[in-house]
């Protein structure tokens, strides 16, 4: 009397347990499946050395290295251009990893006043130009800035070493609290 509720208990949790199981494995390989093509896409860009594309908090995180490149703006529009046909527009981080060095950090934060007062008054030439100049009294190879409708662009290189920035043309709104 007591053996036939107990086995349909036990079927019932078996079933409710592999389900779960076969649920979360489908989840790990839909990721997967979108990973793993994107990850060759990217790899297919001029200059990409590396590429990591995994899902964390519920959001694509693609990780790309880059070695030197011709042209940064053209290369982070193909990238962008291959995550969005991929993953879907908006739906993931894209992280650029170079190769900085502490030279080069030092050299961004000297340059980063010319790039926002370049995007605080809209002269982009002039911003450009000052950024070029500092790369040369700063003793580096390459110090460009290059802009389009939606990125600045900053280009920082000396020997081996390359520190790439992308930010918003226009950031974000600050919020202030009263």
Known sequence: MFGKPLQIRWVAVTAALTLGVLLFA????????KAAPLE????TVPGVTA???QREDGRWRVRVQLGAVDLLPATYQ???ERADRHLGLGRYELELVDRRTPELEKAFYEVSYFVEEGRSRG???RAAQQVAAA???LG????RLYVDAEFLYLELARGDGV???VMPLRPPQEVTGR
């Open 163 to 165: 520190l790439y920035a």
């Open 78 to 80: 193909a990238l962008r």
């Open 135 to 137: 790369g040369r009294r």
């Open 123 to 125: 002269d982009y030439a």
């Open 51 to 53: 590429v990591q594309v």
């Open 140 to 143: 580096l190879d390459r110090a």
């Open 40 to 43: 060759r896409a990217l790899e």
């Open 26 to 33: 489908n989840v790990l390989y839909q990721e997967q499946a």
